[in-house]
């Protein structure tokens, strides 16, 4: 069977005559993280409620595992477990109390496989208190194992981390993880917060005005980290000459950009390159080198400085 656990196909939604979704395009493969990002009003929740047969879609269609959630909802929806508004949770009932009142509605949930969800969330030693006493952050993680009860291929989590403290994210990124490796679902995180979920993705997906305007794999921590690439600004003359040097003798390709010398390299070659540079009579007034994060990028796509 293919890797694609849900696929959407040039879903778009028009409300009144506004049409806020245009076209959205891409696939999200099993046991992947797909980081779902864009500024508030983007168009996130109301993609993500097409997703879950929260709202009709006026064109296209989504496939979870190959299923019509058009012409097959039933079997589509199988398919999914999400939290998109908060999930009904009763406060003065333990979680465990909880999970339980929930998997009496689905046929087929085992004691053993409400367990197991309690484990993948790390929530075994607070599951016999009660859900009043919960902190947000395990709250939230409650209704992620709720979510996980039925098995589904793929989980979907509306901005997750909003309102969590940056304990709270980091143990979402640990689980959040560990479900896509140990169950092999694939989770579609939204957030309007790149800095939040760009450590537990393994691809980013912009959206922006209702487009998705890039994807993009997250390198994994140790291969960024030991090729440290920088971003490199530099001040010289004769402009052309420097750009010309650094293409024939580094094969980089350097941009001319507010009088300055741009391009991206590994941290470590930098002085070779200034070498170079003034071996070949370009003047060097300055050198400034930025760490290009994904956050760089995704300023850049979007075009603004502010993601609130
Ligand atoms: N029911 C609705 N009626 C009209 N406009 C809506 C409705 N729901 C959302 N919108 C508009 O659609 C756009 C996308 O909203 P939303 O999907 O909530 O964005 P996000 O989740 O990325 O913040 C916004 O401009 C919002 O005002
Ligand atoms: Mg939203």
């Not at 939204?190 to 980013?204: F, K, Q, T, V």
């Amino acid at each position: 069977m293919s890797n694609v656990a849900m696929e959407l196909q040039d879903v778009r939604k028009s409300i009144g005559k506004k049409e806020i979704i245009k076209g959205l395009t891409f696939s999200i493969y099993k046991g992947e993280v797909f980081g779902f990002i864009g500024p508030n009003g983007a168009g996130k929740t109301t993609t993500i409620r097409m997703m879950v047969g929260l709202m009709q879609l006026s064109h296209g269609d989504v496939l979870i595992r190959g299923k019509s959630i058009k012409h097959d909802f039933k079997n589509a929806i199988r398919e999914v477990g999400a939290i998109v508004e908060n999930p009904e949770m009763y406060p003065f009932m333990t979680g465990w109390q909880n999970l339980m009142h929930y998997a009496r509605m689905i046929p087929g949930i085992s004691k053993e496989r409400i367990q197991e969800v309690i484990k993948l969330v790390g929530l075994e030693k607070a599951i016999k208190e009660k859900v009043g006493k919960y902190s947000l952050g395990m709250r939230q993680r409650l209704g992620i194992a709720q979510a996980l009860l039925h098995k589904p291929s793929v989980l979907i989590l509306d901005e997750p981390t909003n309102g969590l403290d940056p304990a709270g994210i980091r143990e979402i990124r640990q689980y959040i993880r560990r479900l896509a490796e140990e169950e092999n679902v694939a989770v579609i995180i939204s957030s309007h917060l790149l800095s939040e979920i760009e450590l537990m993705c393994d691809r980013i997906g912009i959206i922006k005005n209702g487009e998705l305007i890039a994807t993009q794999t997250v390198q994994d921590s140790t291969t960024s980290e030991t090729k440290n690439i920088t971003q490199v600004s530099m001040q010289v003359t004769p402009m052309d000459r420097a750009i010309e040097v650094l293409k024939t003798d580094h094969t980089l390709d350097a941009k001319s950009q507010d009088e300055a010398l741009i391009f991206q390299t590994e941290k470590e070659k930098i002085p070779d390159i200034v070498r170079s540079l003034v071996q070949q009579d370009v003047a060097i007034y300055q050198v400034n080198s930025t760490k290009s994060s994904l956050e760089d990028k995704f300023f850049d796509l979007i075009g603004e400085n502010t993601i609130e």
